[in-house]
């Protein structure tokens, strides 16, 4: 399983970003793929899943309203559209894979890409 997270960087309170985790190495529409983020110092918190199979999605309520998880399966690639960004937004963000269930619950995940930092200044 390999998962390569891309797009963060850095924006103005109110901006957007599109954040990309592209996935190869295993069969993509049998899994679940999360978006996490960590800012420093604290712990590691789900932002959004999406079953691949099913489509089903889910955030958290720190998110909801103002990001949307898509997945675009002919190019095994998931998508973070963050908008109305804030300054605590700001994290390193990373997706994650594993068979379903979707969930929030970083333990539950058993691959991970590497981070892409998005700062989101005031």
């Known amino acids: 399983v390999q998962l390569q997270a891309s797009g963060g960087g850095l924006v103005q309170a109110g901006g957007s970003l599109r954040l990309s985790c592209a996935a190869s190495?295993?069969?993509?529409?049998?899994?679940?793929i999360g978006w996490f983020r960590q800012a420093p110092g604290k712990e590691r918190e789900g932002v959004s899943c999406?079953?691949?199979?099913?489509?089903?999605?889910y955030y958290a309520d720190s998110v909801k309203g103002r990001f949307t998880i898509s997945s675009d399966n002919a190019k095994n690639t998931v998508y973070l559209q963050m908008n109305s960004l804030k300054p605590k937004d700001t994290a390193v963000y990373y997706c994650?894979?594993?068979?379903?269930?979707?969930?929030?619950?970083?333990?539950?995940?058993?691959?991970w890409g590497q981070g892409t930092l998005v700062t989101v200044s005031s």
């Open positions: 190495g295993f069969t993509f529409d049998d899994y679940a």
């Open positions: 994650a894979a594993e068979v379903p269930p979707c969930t929030l619950v970083a333990a539950w995940f058993g691959s």
């Open positions: 999406v079953s691949i199979s099913d489509g089903r999605t």
